[in-house]
């Protein structure tokens, strides 16, 4: 990874981090005061991997002051991975900002001031905390060091990366591969509990997809407030789905690129898709127009699997059966691979994996264009389809509806379905028993 | 001193009537575990595994239980995060305080719950009340005797909890509660609907009180409703110290209960229990739940009981 790194810096971005905008010493002051009320403060002076040192400054609220370890600790674990993703942190010292908990929403903050809201009830297992502390500094990169008109395109890629963060952390505190545990709120959103269960994954609820999957078809030129959490989510798993489909390696090194090479200018979402192809050396129009440029939804299928005996196969000796797959795009945009067009009867790009496997334990894999609204692949082999699936390692994360992506011809385990159906029933013969208070 | 005596001898009530634990277990499995079965049914296949962090054992996939939500088919809509161990049951008590209801689709079974618990109630009532077996047959007497003035009563109770929830609730939680947290620290707030909590909670459960004794009054006193509601609010008035400390003691067996309930989510594997795991503890909480209930019952019985008998001497 760091030699790719060191490619791109030669080709992609010769210039030198220039022109980062300057950094107000008294910005952070200046919001206390409009804010008001009482503050607690601490400092940590922090020395990142890389050998530099940031001065860090924890404003909280009084009742927030046993927060203060958490949030340096995944402010140290942010500015060092960020640093080494991107470019080096331009400042020596780091604010940051815990507004009132009643305060409607967290601006973007400054140069060298993050804010965010935390909670008195913080649990140790829930990263909400340290979620915000990552987004709020991801955004010192972008948006802040790189100025960014497209604000869709700020927020995905910080909330991209802070959960590339977090998954850092919560693998250190309590080593396991996981985002954080699912968090719930009782008492008014007073109480939480994190629900230790419920462990989340960086590439679903990390990047809030089940913000995205409420909201599919965003307008992401739309500029109202509302639109925002679905337009971050929506351009966060565009991210993904590239991180997924080109390798952290190549992506890492367009962030790296544009970073760089857009350090206090401006960067536009055409600017940064093209420094973001030129780093992976692939051609990516295919993708970004698609997902970024217009509100299209992305929706394969297997619409149909079926396995029959065939007396008149070519399987050699011994029984034959004919397999039959029916894809479909049920969504207008396509995830094709390339935007080269299909040539006559042959497809043009094998974006789209499909998986089929039979009964005696083969495997196939098959690819398609996905340009088409429909395609049937037909298998002939000695023993019968047991499984299908499309898209099997989840590259494309903007699919809307993932539980037709697979269809299967053998009786499911029962082990998953029943432990959910026996949770849920508790839960019902429990909910029975709370309305009994009032029966 | 009498409050104690008077709960523990509850208590005994109960401890000699299994049987009345074991209707009420029996109706929630007959009201719960059909649309149980029907969920699993509905369920789809689980979700892309690669998608999820390898771990030992497999957690749930909660981007799948998601995807369920929003695309499922059918019961599958229903399944969501707030089935997890005991954030499932302090979930519900929560929403019973937070006046949020259930999903439209979810009254059906609770209403079904209640007809079939106020058809029971008569003869679980009798049975506790005389302390020892009385018989099926006497239990379905007592029951059919009693079910349709319970039914208006419990139709009269539900008016007045929505009229509680419709005003005092809204009045309390609404601009009273943003009145007093305005520009406050998020502690003080805490205190602030800890207390609103109080109040609201108090009146609930004093009406809860009245009811419950109006039902004696109704399955013991043969009382029509409109009696049976005026022997409901003297009783309570009467004895309220007795009426707070059962509400007091049932409430710490809650807490215990979901301590305990919480605490086997951190022995070694409870975090993803296993089948037998989860069927196990869930029904141990249930089970708890209706326990604790029976015994709440039993005491009031007591009470009204000894109650009764003094006025019949004097």
């Known amino acids: 990874m760091v030699l790719a790194a060191t490619v791109v810096w030669i080709v992609a971005a010769p210039a030198a981090a220039q022109g980062v905008p300057a950094l107000d010493p008294s910005a952070a ?44 600790d995944a402010a140290r674990e942010a500015l060092d991975q960020y640093s080494a993703w991107f470019t080096p942190y331009p400042y020596d010292r780091l604010t940051i900002v815990d507004v009132p908990w009643q305060s409607p929403e967290v601006a973007a903050g400054t140069a060298g001031v993050v804010l965010i809201r935390a909670r008195w009830l913080q649990p140790e297992r829930s990263l909400t905390l340290e979620a915000q502390v990552a987004r709020g500094i991801a955004r010192q990169w972008w948006g802040t060091l790189v100025t960014m008109p497209d604000r869709y395109l700020a927020d995905g890629l910080a909330e991209y990366a802070h959960s590339r963060t977090l998954e850092r952390i919560f693998d250190r505190r309590h080593q396991r591969i996981n985002y954080s545990l699912l968090e719930t709120r009782w008492f008014g959103g007073l109480v939480p509990w994190a629900i230790r269960a419920a462990r ?18 965003i307008d992401l030129s739309d500029r109202s407030a509302a639109a925002r959490p679905a337009q971050m989510a929506k351009s966060a798993a565009a991210i993904t789905t590239l991180e997924r489909y080109l390798g952290w390696p190549a992506l890492q090194r367009g962030l790296s690129a544009a970073a760089r090479r857009y350090a206090g200018q401006s960067m536009t979402a055409a600017m940064f898709f093209e420094i973001l ?60 691979g390339t935007s080269l067009p299909p040539v006559g009867p042959f497809e043009s790009g094998r974006a789209l994996e499909i998986e089929v496997r039979f009964a005696d334990g083969q495997r196939s ?75 | ?66 995807e369920v939500f929003v695309h499922g088919p059918g019961p599958a809509r ?74 208006v009563l419990g139709a009269a109770g539900g008016i007045a909890y929505l009229v509680l929830y419709l005003t005092l609730h809204t009045a309390l939680f609404g601009p009273l509660y943003d009145w007093l947290i305005a520009g406050a620290l998020e502690r003080t ?18 009406l809860g009180q009245v009811l419950d004794f109006a ?59 296993s089948l037998w795991r989860l069927v196990v503890g869930g029904q141990a909480l249930i089970l708890g739940r209706l326990l604790l209930r029976l015994v709440l019952s039993g005491a009031q019985v007591d009470l009204y009981l000894r109650v009764r008998a003094q006025r019949e001497t004097t």
């Open chain 1, 365 to 439: 894999e098959d690819h398609w264009d996905g340009r088409a609204a429909e395609k049937t692949l037909v298998y002939h082999g000695p023993a019968p389809a047991t499984a299908a699936r499309i898209d099997p390692a989840g590259i494309l994360l903007l699919d809307v509806n993932r539980l037709n992506n697979s269809r299967t011809l053998a009786p499911a385990s029962p082990a998953a379905s029943l432990s959910w159906s026996v949770r849920w029933t508790t839960w019902l013969q429990d909910l029975l028993l709370s309305s009994a208070v009032f029966f």
């Open chain 2, 78 to 151: 229903f399944l969501t995060p707030a089935v997890f161990g005991v954030a499932a049951p302090i979930g519900n008590l929560d929403a019973v305080l937070d006046g949020s209801r259930p999903p439209l689709p979810l009254l059906t079974p609770i209403i079904v719950f209640f007809v079939c618990w106020t058809a029971v109630w008569g003869g679980v009532i009798a049975r506790l009340a005389n302390g020892a077996r009385i018989g099926a047959r006497a239990a379905i007497a007592a029951s059919r005797q009693s079910v349709v003035p319970l039914l």
């Open chain 2, 215 to 273: 039902k004696l009054a109704i399955i013991l006193g043969r009382a029509t409703v409109p009696q049976a509601l005026n022997d409901g609010v003297r009783l309570v008035r009467q004895q309220w110290l007795a009426a707070v400390a059962f509400l007091l003691f049932n409430g710490v067996g809650l807490a215990v209960l979901f301590a305990g309930y919480a605490a086997s989510e951190f022995i070694p594997g409870g975090s993803v229990p």
């Open chain 2, 1 to 66: 001193m009498l409050t104690l005596r008077t709960w523990f001898s509850g208590v005994w009530r109960v401890v000699c009537a299994p049987s009345a634990l074991l209707v009420l277990y029996a109706l929630t499995l007959v009201v719960a575990v059909p649309l149980g079965a029907w969920m699993q049914r509905s369920l789809p296949a689980p979700g892309v595994p690669d998608l999820v962090a390898a771990n030992d054992p497999p957690a749930p996939d909660i981007d799948w239980l998601d």
């Open chain 1, 200 to 217: 989340l994954d960086r590439q679903t609820t990390g990047i809030n997809r089940p913000v995205f999957r409420r909201n599919p078809a």
């Open chain 1, 29 to 72: 002051d200046q919001l206390r005061a409009a804010l008001g009320g009482k503050w607690v403060e601490r400092q940590f002076p922090l020395t990142l991997t890389s050998g530099a040192t940031c001065e860090l400054r924890v404003w909280l609220q009084p009742d927030h002051a046993a927060h203060a370890d958490r949030i340096a």
């Open chain 2, 189 to 206: 707030a805490f205190s602030w609907r800890l207390t609103l909590t109080a109040i609201f909670g108090g009146v609930l459960l004093t």
């Open chain 1, 277 to 336: 192809g030129d780093a992976a050396d692939r051609e990516l129009s295919w993708f970004v127009d698609q997902a970024f440029g217009q509100s299209s939804t992305y929706d394969y299928a297997i619409a149909d699997l079926t396995s029959v005996a065939d007396a008149t196969g070519t399987c050699g000796a011994g029984p034959c059966y004919r397999t039959t797959v029916v894809l479909k795009r049920l969504g207008e945009a396509v995830f094709a």
